[in-house]
Nanobody
């Protein structure tokens, strides 16, 4: 199983980025896809999720600014991030979940938002 997160980078406050999470080795459409992030010195926190039925959830801190989506044909999930703030700076991780035995994490992608 591999999860490859990409799309991070340096952006000015107010800008946008789109992260991608490409999965292989799993039956992607069956999995919940989550995005988490971890800023320096802080605990990893939940950002957004999308279920197999495309039901979405967001943390309060990103609601209205971030949009999670998925393309099952490409086994890829996305996180569109708009109106970025310096406090969004973190390493972003994607996670696919279908129960405790089917819980996979990718390496993160760094997002840096300058003020």
């Amino acid at each position: 199983v591999q999860l490859q997160a990409s799309g991070g980078g340096l952006v000015q406050a107010g800008g946008s980025l789109r992260l991608s999470c490409a999965a292989s080795g799993i039956t992607f459409y069956r999995y919940i896809v989550n995005w988490y992030r971890q800023a320096d010195g802080k605990q990893r926190e939940f950002v957004a999720s999308i279920s197999s039925s495309t039901r979405t959830k967001y943390s309060d801190s990103v609601k209205g600014r971030f949009t999670i989506s998925r393309d099952n044909a490409k086994s890829t999930a996305y996180l569109q991030m708009n109106s970025l703030k310096p406090e969004d700076t973190a390493v972003y991780y994607c996670n696919t979940y279908q129960g405790s035995q089917l819980d996979y994490w990718g390496k993160g992608t760094l997002v840096t938002v300058s003020s």
